[in-house]
T-cell receptor, first 108, second 116 residues
Framework: LAKTTQPISMDSYEGQEVNITCSHN???????ITWYQQFPSQGPRFIIQGYKTKVTNEVASLFIPADRKSSTLSLPRVSLSDTAVYYC?????????FGAGTTVTVRA | NAGVMQNPRHLVRRRGQEARLRCSPM?????VYWYRQLPEEGLKFMVY????????ESGMPKERFSAEFPKEGPSILRIQQVVRGDSAAYFC??????????????FGPGTRLTVL
């Protein structure tokens, strides 16, 4: 499994854009990049998944450079309810491997 | 459409007792996954089941832990003779029959097991 490195924590304010970068230098050819969100006392929730270039959905955007050694999750105009832990996962099968994640705190 | 359901949400056991954790997948989902989250750590894969079959139990401890997903009823994660180190949050996830599970897995709220 490819190892991922992401910041431990990030602070932001309501209405700002939050960008979380994840490093995965040894990503394999078949690996996908997936991001999950987890609120306290809840299970993780899928946000977005991509393989290369850019993916966008109603919640976030995922930017993946050509070498795929890193990726950036972008959360536009965050609100207080976006305060959560965000996990970057890299892999090619069902065995999801969660690291420590990035704790994002959104302040008013 | 109800999501993944787990019960109980909280379970307290004394050392040596048995713990049974239940998971009902989303309607139409036939793939179930169990994960364990130890304090201050990320979720770790334990086992992958389909109806009446264990597909991959490579993440399960070799002793005291077992899982099943019968033809009827919820998936069960069973921990025999619990020890304090089993205290953790246990999450169940499900995915539809199509796909590899690499794509979106839907997680339940978890069962928090405390061993006294």
């Amino acid at each position: 499994l490819a190892k991922t490195t992401q910041p431990i924590s990030m602070d932001s304010y309501e209405g700002q854009e939050v960008n979380i970068t994840c490093s995965h230098n040894n990503i394999a050819t078949n690996d996908y990049i997936t991001w999950y969100q987890q609120f306290p006392s809840q299970g993780p929730r899928f946000i977005i998944q991509g393989y290369k270039t850019k993916v966008t959905n109603e919640v976030a955007s995922l930017f993946i450079p050509a070498d795929r050694k890193s990726s950036t999750l972008s959360l536009p105009r965050v609100s207080l309810s976006d305060t959560a832990v965000y996990y970057c996962l890299v892999g090619d099968d069902y065995k999801l491997s969660f690291g420590a994640g990035t704790t994002v705190t959104v302040r008013a | 459409n109800a999501g993944v359901m787990q019960n109980p949400r909280h379970l307290v056991r004394r050392r040596g007792q048995e713990a049974r954790l239940r998971c009902s997948p989303m309607k139409g989902h036939s793939h179930v996954y169990w994960y364990r989250q130890l304090p201050e750590e990320g979720l770790k894969f334990m086992v992958y089941l389909q109806k009446e079959n264990i597909i991959d139990e490579s993440g399960m401890p070799k002793e005291r832990f077992s899982a099943e997903f019968p033809k009827e009823g919820p998936s069960i994660l069973r921990i025999q003779q619990v020890v304090r180190g089993d205290s953790a949050a246990y999450f169940c996830a499900s995915s539809p029959p199509t796909g590899t599970g690499l794509n979106e897995q839907f997680f339940g709220p978890g069962t928090r097991l405390t061993v006294l």
